[in-house]
């Protein structure tokens, strides 16, 4: 059976790591002042950086059904006989259930969806996992299982400079961002059981991250599992002591130095830093599949 994997934007860590895989993306929207522009397509994430630096209004949505449904309607046009499409966690967006409905609906039996319960490495792990295991002979439902087992697999914390993305989204109070900036508050958010969380808050992004990349290591050493940095127009002072830090605990090399997906810069802002820990893909490191 000809398989294809197929995922969407909110995996990326860079914008050209699948120029050498046979997986296919679907580009998520974002709105700018009411305009809508594509991830990766009518725009990237500076441009995105721009409009937020200038406080325009950002916001996320679906896409049209017939977009999801043309889409796969020309990947199966193409001769594939099953694709296996990967979303963001249900939790964090409803892209699950409305590409869910599309393959009950258009594609039974031909599509079946995933829920990467993640963003970003995790997803995007889970993306390497399945297309290695469908080039190495498994099953559409094998995949699915092997999947289930390890998509949970991993660590996931950001920081944001400051509060007023979250507060545009409807995150967090109008008041409690007017304060939080004005003292220079910062939540710890993590990502856990497919959802964010806050965990603690921080006025010192350098410190906190390096203490809680320690406390990782104890939990999620380097044989077992790849180090990602990613971020969104973050200072490069704090992003140049923390990549130091880990190539000293890490190992020189090891680190993935990849950006914060635009769909989830819309909510989290420029600035933010996110830390995260994947377990290796076959004891392979996603590093060589996102360097090819």
């Known amino acids: 059976m000809k398989t294809l994997i197929s995922t969407d934007t909110s995996c990326l860590v860079t914008n050209n790591v699948f120029d050498n895989y046979e997986i296919s993306v679907f580009p998520l929207n974002v709105i700018i002042d009411g305009e809508e522009f594509l991830d990766g397509v009518t725009i990237n994430q500076e441009e995105l950086k721009q409009a937020m630096r200038a406080n325009k209004s950002i916001k996320t949505s679906t896409p049209p059904l017939g977009s999801i449904i043309e889409y796969f309607e020309n990947l199966f046009n193409k001769g594939y006989e099953h694709i296996i499409h990967f979303t963001i966690s249900s939790k964090l967006s409803s892209m699950n259930s409305l590409f869910s409905k599309v393959a009950e609906e258009n594609f039974k039996g031909k ?34 299982d092997l999947v289930e087992k390890q998509k949970n697999d991993n660590s996931v914390f950001f920081i944001p400079e400051n509060l007023t993305a979250l507060k545009n989204g409807g995150r967090i109070s109008p008041t409690i961002a007017v304060i939080g900036n004005i003292i220079g508050i910062k939540p710890v958010l993590i990502l856990t059981d497919g959802q964010i969380e806050k965990t603690d808050t921080t006025r010192k992004m350098r410190a906190t991250i390096t203490e809680k990349i320690s406390l990782l290591l104890q939990d999620y050493p380097v044989s077992d599992y790849d180090y990602s940095i990613i971020n969104f127009d973050a200072n490069e002072h704090h992003l140049s002591y923390i990549y130091d830090y880990c190539n000293n605990v890490l190992g020189d090399n090891r680190l993935i130095k990849g950006l914060i997906p635009i769909n989830v810069c819309a909510h989290c802002g420029p600035g933010t830093i996110g830390v995260i820990a994947t377990r290796k893909i076959n004891g392979k490191s996603l590093k060589d599949y996102i360097e090819g």
């Open 111 to 144: 599509l079946t969806v995933i829920d990467s319960y993640s963003v970003s490495a995790p997803m995007l792990s889970c993306v390497f996992l399945a297309y290695e295991s469908i080039k190495n002979g498994l099953t559409p439902e094998q995949v699915v």
